[in-house]
């Protein structure tokens, strides 16, 4: 029925139903930036400013595996950054507050935007594709907080780490503008986790046809190189910090070839069982 009605809505009566998922999706947004808007002190002091201090969790866990391993002369088990932040402009932390809350708003509400994305593709489906597509919310959403947890526990701190230790002379301090901090975590934040997206990707990708296991594994060399050059846009450039961050990455590249696999096995299964009747 759901289907019928959708082929006979006219082009502008799917541009108003898109026009009211948006519409509902930005309201939720809206009601979550609010709520980072008034727990500002939270949202900075503890999540923004976190991996800026070296009780950071991540920090202790390496300075813990470097003194293991030996190493005694490790930026990780120093007592603080050689760094200070601050403000440069009139406007500017007020303008980091509001543009913080968006973008921790759009954090906090995915899965409702997501469910406003679905709600609107879905009666477009066959029945069979939104029962096997009945999780999706759910896995998109998990791969989303599992990627923006890694970019916040892993990118973050290696970046800062990194960028925070480097120096080229004795003569420059480092003065870090509050909206660059801000911008390391949320980029590496909100990027990892729309990478973390890959398998839902391929899934979708894999159902239309555009993508088959065979053509992952044979192109698997190639994905390598991409993985490498994304992890070196999203961390600083030392072959520790992209190393930690290819693994998870082809891992996700694995699993992903595993279900176009299944998605492939699953479509010859049903075309099988269709051509014996």
């Not at 925070?164 to 901090?181: L, M, P, T």
Request: charged share 15%.
């Amino acid at each position: 029925m759901a289907k019928k009605q959708m082929d006979e809505m006219s082009f502008l009566d799917h541009l108003e139903d898109l026009r009211w998922h948006l519409v509902r999706a930005t309201i939720s947004i809206v009601i979550a930036a609010t709520l980072a808007f008034i727990f500002k002190k939270f949202i900075f002091d503890v999540i923004i400013f976190g991996p800026t201090h070296m009780d950071f969790p991540t920090y202790e866990g390496l300075c813990k595996m470097s003194q293991f391993l030996g190493m005694t002369d490790t930026t990780f088990c120093a007592d603080k950054f050689p760094f200070i932040i601050q403000n440069r402009t009139v406007a500017g932390q007020f303008s980091a507050h509001i543009w913080t809350s968006i973008y921790a708003g759009f954090i906090i509400s995915f899965p409702y935007v997501l469910y406003q994305l679905w709600s609107f593709i879905s009666p477009g489906l066959k029945p069979s594709e939104r029962k096997n597509s009945r999780g999706f919310i759910v896995i998109a959403s998990f791969l989303f907080f599992l990627g923006v947890l890694f970019g916040y526990y892993i990118v973050t701190p290696l970046s800062i780490n990194f960028l925070a230790n480097y120096q080229i002379s004795d003569q420059i301090s480092n003065e870090f503008d509050v909206s660059s901090v801000i911008a390391i975590v949320r980029s590496s934040a909100i990027a990892s986790g729309f990478v973390f997206e890959l398998p839902i990707i391929i899934y979708f990708l894999t159902k239309v046809g555009l993508v088959t296991p065979q053509f992952l594994k044979k192109y698997r060399k190639f994905a390598l190189v991409i993985v490498l050059v994304l992890s070196a846009i999203i961390t600083p450039p030392d072959i520790a910090s992209q190393v930690i961050v290819a693994i998870p990455i082809l891992l996700l590249y694995q699993i992903s070839i595993y279900i176009s696999a299944i998605v492939v096995k699953n479509q010859k299964r049903k075309e099988k069982r269709a051509n014996s009747l």
